[in-house]
């Protein structure tokens, strides 16, 4: 164990070895499964019939990313034994409230690929090009964010420097990523979940028990080093600063991220609600957990190394696990970003196959060797261009928190494509861009919340609400309970959001998305005489060559070091 | 309060040991 106050050092030996073995085996699954011709839909969906153990580890690791795992340490820190629940639960709530819209797009869209592919079948090019901007401009900052965890995590807990730390990352995710795509990402999920998971299990009781086990809650009170608002379950400042944003942001960010949207298309369709209910489980379980360790630093008065929050999981590991410990929590964290990382080359790469390519040319003339061409250009493009971001002094997680945002305008709009025959495009277009004209003065603050101007920003802000919970309730129990739901909490949340709502511009310029997208989308929507026919978009939408599993099957790369070609169907 | 305290602490790895198992369970399932 290091001394007091010093963090445990893996060394470059140490960290290179970790690094090896790690992206050695993710390289190995990848080449284990590799073809010499990969087929495109495979490398987009896989087929569309995984299974639930491989799915359910997909998601749930794509889903819990370094970020995540930093930030809920960091409201754990900051908001003392609630802050990781308001992190972590609804983060974990993105997943579960997204499967009933996702069965519906699922039975219009069987063989979709993406869900902006679903939107050009159902309004046309303008709609598809909203949605699959917003879906690279997310995966594109997540990708940067995680080359950048993955750069700091290797610079502390060694003497490389960040900018080899990225590069290492890069070239490791890109390596195992870039032939088979899809497939490559999801299988090495479930060694990535096993990993992550695993360490989880371990590291938070070992930093408990080590760092003084019960008596550090006793101590922290007598030491002044927690507010009675730290102690409490029920803090209204955690709810107001952490969680309730994030619970606006529950839907956007579930439709907003092709990630999602990939595994819901990939999934056997009769396996997605268990798929992402046990993803939803796994990952509330570790981020919140992990989140622990910010409530213990809380209670033991530990000062973030350089006044950086950001170093606080590191730090604690680091400071009290031996090395092999702390090893584990490395892989931990390498396997957190590494398995967001390649989800996010593996979405760039099927938009634009799919939405670019594959849309220009026409789903009869697409050819799916230039197809897949593409997707592996778009992986060293978007790796290149991550590594590009990731050394500029762009402020990251801002960033995310800020296009996180931005989807809200397109919530409504989307669900309601799925459901609602009316729905035009006009409508969705206009809709999308009058939430956006009015989400960005409200989140900038571009003028001041007060007066007439923060009456409006208020009214809208309580109609949001109603949408937001309306929206929810929609998915599981349909039309009518979802119509009661926004109207009660739009009337409740009227008292209390008057002159109150104005003080949280981020929270108020979510809330004002969701509400001008409903409002312009529903008036455009109600009048309208379109009787639009569902069955369209499975015409429209599907496959772009044959048989997925014939393919593979007669086209096995052996893995490396067999001595004999591998059976058919491995 | 310190049981309630390390009670919420060491609930989340015991979660998390569930969803592992569930999860390996099913892949192996799928493997096979």
Redesign the interface.
């Known amino acids: 164990m290091p001394p007091a106050g010093e963090i445990a050092q893996l060394g470059i030996i140490g960290v290179l070895l970790l690094l090896l073995l790690f992206y050695g085996g993710t390289m190995w699954m990848s080449v284990v499964i590799s073809r010499r011709k990969e087929n495109a839909d495979g490398y987009m969906t896989a087929g569309n019939t995984i299974?639930?153990?491989?799915s359910?580890?997909s998601m749930?690791a794509t889903w819990i990313w370094a970020s995540s795992l930093y930030a809920s340490v960091t409201a754990g820190y900051t908001y003392g034994?609630s802050g990781p629940i308001h992190y972590g639960l609804w983060g974990a709530l993105m997943i579960l409230f997204i499967y009933p819209f996702g069965k519906r797009i699922r039975a219009v869209a069987p063989k979709a690929h993406t869900l902006a592919e679903v939107m050009y079948a159902r309004h046309g090019r303008s709609s598809q090009l909203m949605l699959a901007g917003s879906n690279v401009l997310g995966s594109v900052i997540s990708l940067t964010s995680n080359f950048i965890a993955g750069g700091a995590i290797i610079a502390m807990l060694s003497p490389l420097s960040f900018g080899a730390g990225i590069l290492i990352i890069a070239g490791g995710v890109l390596m195992y990523t870039l032939w088979s795509g899809f497939r490559a990402s999801v299988l090495t999920d479930?060694a990535q979940?096993?990993a992550m998971?695993?360490a989880?299990?371990?590291i938070?009781?070992a930093v408990?028990f080590l760092a003084g086990?019960?008596?550090m809650?006793?101590a922290g009170v007598e030491a002044g080093n927690v507010t009675p608002e730290q102690e409490s379950f029920f803090s209204s400042d955690a709810f107001m600063n952490q969680g309730a944003p994030y619970i606006a942001a529950v839907l956007a960010y579930a439709i907003g991220n092709q990630t999602i949207a990939q595994r819901l298309f990939a999934v056997r369709e009769d396996l997605i609600k268990p798929t992402f209910v046990?993803a939803t489980?796994?990952y509330g379980?570790?981020v919140?957990?992990v989140g622990?360790l910010g409530?213990?630093a809380l209670y033991l008065g530990v000062e973030p190394a350089g006044g950086d929050v950001n170093n606080l999981m590191p730090q604690m590991v680091g400071t009290y696990l031996p090395v092999v410990l702390v090893a584990l929590a490395f892989i931990m964290i390498v396997g957190s970003l590494s398995s967001t990382a390649d989800s996010d080359l593996s979405a760039l790469s099927s938009i634009v196959m799919t939405d670019i390519y594959g849309q220009s040319v026409g789903r009869e003339k697409a050819n799916p060797r230039v197809m897949v061409l593409i997707g592996r250009i778009t992986m060293i493009v978007a790796t290149a261009a991550a590594l590009f971001f990731a050394t500029a002094q762009f402020n990251i997680l801002d960033l995310l928190v800020f296009v996180g945002a931005l989807w809200g305008c397109l919530v409504f709009p989307v669900i309601a494509s799925f459901y609602w025959k009316k729905v035009t495009n006009a409508a969705f277009t206009v809709s999308v861009l009058a939430a956006l004209a009015v989400f960005l003065p409200v989140r900038f603050t571009l003028f001041p919340l007060t007066g007439a101007w923060g009456l409006v920003v208020e009214l809208l802000s309580v109609v949001g609400i109603g949408v937001v919970l309306g929206i929810m309730a929609f998915g599981f129990f349909g039309l009518r309970p979802a119509v009661i739901v926004g109207a009660i909490a739009t009337v409740a949340a009227l008292p209390l959001g008057l002159g109150y709502l104005r003080d949280f511009e981020t929270l108020s310029g979510s809330l004002v998305a969701y509400a001008v997208s409903f409002l312009v989308c529903y008036l455009m929507s109600v009048r309208s005489r379109q009787d639009f026919d569902f069955a369209v978009i499975q015409q429209v939408t599907g496959d772009f060559e044959g048989d997925d599993e014939a393919v593979g099957a007669a086209d096995e790369i052996p893995p490396t070091g067999a001595a004999e070609p591998a059976p058919a169907g491995r | 309060?310190?049981?309630l305290?390390?009670a919420?602490?060491?609930m989340?790895?015991v979660?998390?040991?569930?969803?592992?198992v569930?999860?390996?369970?099913?892949?192996?399932?799928?493997?096979r």
């Not at chain 2, 979660?15 to 592992?20: A, T, W, Y």
């Open positions: 299974g639930f153990g491989i359910a580890a749930t034994v479930f979940v096993v998971l695993g989880a299990v371990v938070i009781p408990f086990g019960p008596s809650f006793t046990t489980v796994g379980a570790t919140i957990g622990m409530v213990m | 309060m310190t049981a305290l390390t919420y602490v060491l989340w790895p979660l998390v040991l569930g969803v592992l569930t999860i390996t369970g099913a892949f192996v399932k799928d493997v």
